[in-house]
């Protein structure tokens, strides 16, 4: 089955620990992207990538950091640097080419402070 | 203003019943237009997209552009229990370097009633 996977679904993180969300997509898609969640606010970019190892700032990327070295993989770290990181974290991923570019979801990780 | 407004309900109907959920936006640059369900706890999925004003069809629901007014609608028919979930508006537009962008709604809870 062709499809975004995010782990873990849930995380949990101390005061002052980075900690790692995965995303992977087997959907032979160029562009992914990491989007944050939170309640009353919708959906906020975080950073996207067009293309390996290439990515750009989204509207919110202060205190997080991705890399593109694979095609099928984008992760994103939530470095201490990040205050209040309680959310729920989306991974989308979509085409560069033709005329829809629609944006496919995974199926998110909620990263809990302690 | 912002750029996607979307009422956050929360919207509960009896099962059955039309549903009309809109968002207005207010950047003419938006190209594509986009309705996504999101299941409690889960990520988002995509329902519809458009790009020209006017209705698209697929099942029970109906997805409406309105550029001159800047408004989009869905609309869902004989609505049911399984309809319950939260429906977030999308809008596409180029943001430079052969890279798109997606704006979200927050997002309008409905609740069907059995």
Known sequence: ?114 | QKEVEQDPGPLSVPEGAIVSLNCTYSNSAFQYFMWYRQYSRKGPELLMYTYSSGNKEDGRFTAQVDKSSKYISLFIRDSQPSDSATYLCAMRRYSGAGSYQLTFGKGTKLSVIP
């Open chain 1, 1 to 114: 089955d062709g499809g975004i996977t995010q782990s873990p679904k849930y995380l949990f993180r101390k005061e002052g620990q980075n900690v790692t969300l995965s995303c992977e997509q087997n959907l032979n898609h160029d562009a992914m992207y990491w989007y944050r969640q939170d309640p009353g606010q919708g959906l906020r970019l975080i950073y996207y990538s067009q293309i390996v190892n290439d990515f750009q700032k989204g509207d919110i990327a202060e205190g997080y950091s991705v890399s593109r070295e694979k095609k099928e993989s984008f992760p994103l770290t939530v470095t201490s640097a990040q205050k209040n990181p309680t959310a729920f974290y989306l991974c989308a991923s979509s085409t560069t080419s033709g005329s829809s570019l629609t944006q496919y979801f995974g199926p998110g990780t909620r990263l809990l402070v302690l």
